[in-house]
């Protein structure tokens, strides 16, 4: 569970009142001292800022932030919470932005999609930052149950909106949910960029699932078992097992038949590339047998 630093604090306050001094203080400095003008010393601040205080534990907060400690991205799926590395991430609560627009709805289905907006952010906010909320993280910043979260998560996943939550980014709990949605989408006919900005993952790491997927494809024309798969193409089992059911549940979708022929020139690449270091596995004796 994290822990919520409020903007407001008494503490905050008096920080901000010594950084605007400091700045001017700055500003002063870099005109007498350095010779700059105005603009050139307002930009030299401003500069420093980012430097020096875009750490969270040293940078200012605005108005309806908080600060938030929560599980570093850096660490992986099925370590106790209590062994994980955490970090500290500045998380807009408020905007004014969420508010707009929303005014004439009846009022649970204001506060929905209010909530859903402050989902979005905070949660890409604190990817951003180098760590990532879980299901149970939004509870508490937002104040409702898991229950309620897990409802908004499934209702912007289905209107093509993922949130990059721990669980979301590192396959926790039921089901391999971004790797299926990156596939998908690509078996909708997205490019990998839009697929990134949809799913909050990289390129990099979408353009591997994809050739991860089109390994999988590829093998299951030729018959080969989950096991012979995925030592083939150098994955899981259970990804293997994934990437198999989605491709033969997707064979019916309009633009498979484009992609097919990328996963028959890709998926066929790799294979024959990695037949010239198997000729001597048992795998490769049995497939010539």
Request: with cysteine.
């Amino acid at each position: 569970m994290g822990i919520i630093s409020s903007s407001s604090s008494v503490e905050n306050q008096t920080r901000r009142v010594l950084l605007k001094n400091l700045d001017q203080q700055m500003k002063q400095a870099a005109i007498s001292g350095a010779g700059l003008n105005s603009w050139e010393a307002e930009e030299l601040t401003r500069i420093v800022q980012e430097v020096y205080f875009s750490h969270p534990e040293l940078v200012e907060f605005s108005p309806g932030q908080v600060k938030y400690q929560c599980v570093s991205a850096k660490e992986g799926p099925g370590k106790p919470l209590k062994e994980c590395s955490m970090v500290s991430v500045i998380l807009t609560l408020y905007d004014e932005k969420d508010l707009k627009e929303v005014q004439g709805n009846e009022y649970k289905s204001r506060q929905r999609t209010i909530r859903q907006r402050r989902m979005q952010r905070i949660t890409v906010e604190a990817k951003d930052q180098g760590g990532l909320l879980s299901q149970e993280d939004l509870s508490v910043l937002l104040m409702c149950d898991v229950k309620t979260i897990q409802r908004d998560v499934a209702g912007l996943r289905n209107r093509g909106v993922t949130l990059p939550t721990r669980g979301q980014q590192k396959d926790i709990g039921p089901g391999v949910t971004h790797r299926e949605w990156v596939v998908r989408l690509w078996l909708e006919g997205k490019e990998p960029v839009e697929i990134a900005h949809a799913t909050h993952h990289s390129i990099g790491a979408v353009e591997n699932y994809l050739q991860k997927f089109q390994r999988v494809a590829y093998l299951v024309r030729k018959n080969f078992t989950i096991h012979e798969i995925a030592l083939t193409a150098g994955i899981s089992c259970k990804a293997a097992e994934v990437f198999s059911e989605l491709d033969k549940k997707s064979r019916n979708m309009p633009f498979y038949k484009t992609r097919l022929e990328e996963i028959l020139l890709v998926g066929g690449q790799y294979y024959l590339a990695e037949g010239e270091k198997k000729d001597s596995s048992p795998l490769k004796a049995s497939r010539k047998g």
